[in-house]
C-alpha cells in the first residue's frame, strides 16, 4: 500500500501532536503502523518506549499484528532486537493502559488496588438502572417536571438513548450546557466561533489538498478560455 501525502506527513512527522481524522477502510491503521516504524527507523527509539494505544480490543489486536508482520520482514540489528523487544510491548487499549496507572499508583489515586474496568454490558445496566430511577422516583426541585415535560414529548425508548448519547459525550455537553446558562448572546458567539474555526480547518484541508488544488485550477482555466462564448457548459464554471 503506498502512502499518499498526507499520509506521508502524519507518518514521518514526530515533533508536534497530529490528530488523523478519517471514515473505515482509509488506512488509519496502515499510518499507525508505519508511523510505529519510522520511529524505530529514523529516530532510534526502543520498541519498550513506544505507547500505541486505542480504543477497542480488536484494533489494538489489529495493530499489535500488523507490526509484529512488519517486524518479522525485517532484517538487520535493529530490527531483530525490535522484533524480540515487541513481544512484551505496550500495544493496548486506553482503558487498559489508564487502569495499569492507576493500578501502580492507587494511593495518588485514591483508588482501590483491586478495582476493576466495567465492561460494555455493565456499563449498559447500570444506565438502564439509574434510568429507570430517574424516571420512576421522586426527583428534588423542578426536576420531576422537567422529566414530565420531556416524556410528554418523546417516548422513554427515545429519552434513555438520547441521555445515553449525552452521557457518552458528557465533556461537551458539559461545556454546551454551560454555554447556554450564559444568556443568548454567549450561545450566539459560541456558535460563531465554532462555525469560523470549523471553516477556517475546511478551507486549510482544502489548501493542502493537491487534487482539490489542480481541479480548481483546471476549472479557472476553462472559465478564463470559454469566457464571453456562447458556449453553454461556460455557464456552469
Known amino acids: 500500500m503506498a502512502a499518499t ?23 488509519k491503521t496502515y499510518v499507525l503502523v508505519q508511523k510505529y516504524l519510522h520511529l524505530i527507523e529514523t529516530r532510534g527509539v526502543e520498541v519498550p518506549s513506544i505507547l500505541a494505544l486505542t480504543f ?58 483491586g478495582f476493576i474496568v466495567l ?20 426527583q428534588p426541585g423542578t426536576v420531576n417536571d422537567a422529566i414530565i ?8 425508548g427515545t429519552v434513555r438513548k438520547m441521555l445515553s448519547e449525552m452521557y457518552g459525550k458528557r465533556l461537551s455537553y458539559d461545556r454546551f450546557f454551560a454555554t447556554l446558562a450564559g444568556g443568548q448572546d454567549q450561545v450566539l458567539d459560541s456558535w460563531i466561533a465554532e462555525v469560523s474555526s470549523f ?5 486549510r484541508d482544502l489548501q493542502q489538498d493537491r487534487s482539490f488544488c489542480l481541479a480548481v485550477s483546471i476549472l479557472l482555466n476553462l472559465a478564463a478560455r470559454y469566457e464571453g462564448t456562447d458556449d453553454r457548459a461556460a455557464a456552469y464554471l
Open 56 to 113: 477497542t480490543e480488536k484494533a489494538a489486536a489489529e495493530m499489535r499484528e500488523r507490526i509484529r508482520r512488519e517486524l518479522s520482514q525485517r532484517r538487520g540489528p535493529v530490527w531483530e532486537k525490535a522484533a524480540e523487544d515487541f513481544m512484551i510491548a505496550p500495544v493496548q487499549t486506553f482503558h487498559s493502559f489508564c487502569a495499569q496507572v492507576l493500578r501502580e499508583f492507587p494511593i495518588e489515586a485514591g483508588l482501590e488496588p
Open 5 to 27: 501525502e498526507r499520509q506521508k506527513e502524519a507518518i514521518t512527522t514526530h515533533d508536534r501532536s497530529l490528530v488523523v481524522t478519517a471514515g473505515a477502510g482509509t488506512g
Open 119 to 138: 465492561d460494555e454490558r455493565q456499563v449498559s445496566r447500570i444506565h438502564a438502572r439509574a434510568f429507570e430511577e430517574l424516571v420512576h422516583s421522586p
Open 199 to 203: 471553516r477556517d480547518r475546511e478551507i
Open 149 to 156: 415535560t420531556v416524556l410528554s414529548i418523546f417516548d422513554q
